[in-house]
Nanobody, 114 residues
Framework: VQLQASGGGLVQAGGSLRLSCVVFGSMLTINRMGWYRQAPGKQRELVAAITSRDSTNYADSVKGRFTISRDNAKNMVYLQMNSLKPEDTAVYYC?????????WGQGTQVTVSS
């Protein structure tokens, strides 16, 4: 499985971005897809995740603002980010969890200006 994330960029506070992650390989073998982020000097943290049964969970800091979704037919996972805040600035990584193995994309930079 290989992952490629895209969609990051520079946006003003209050704006929106949609991140995309294309999965090269079968999504049927993936138990959970997730988006993580890592800000400078901070640990990588889970932002949102979606299971193969479309169960979702979110970090408290993004609940109500971010939405994760998946399209198995297109091998895509998305993260819609609304009402962005400067503290959302980070490199965002796509993650695939097969249970026996975990895969990471290359990361995409999101910068939110105040």
């Amino acid at each position: 499985v290989q992952l490629q994330a895209s969609g990051g960029g520079l946006v003003q506070a209050g704006g929106s971005l949609r991140l995309s992650c294309v999965v090269f390989g079968s999504m049927l073998t993936i138990n959970r897809m997730g988006w993580y982020r890592q800000a400078p000097g901070k640990q990588r943290e889970l932002v949102a995740a979606i299971t193969s049964r479309d169960s979702t969970n979110y970090a408290d800091s993004v609940k109500g603002r971010f939405t994760i979704s998946r399209d198995n037919a297109k091998n895509m996972v998305y993260l819609q980010m609304n009402s962005l805040k400067p503290e959302d600035t980070a490199v965002y990584y796509c993650n695939a969890d097969q249970g026996v193995a975990t895969y990471w994309g290359q990361g995409t930079q999101v910068t939110v200006s105040s």
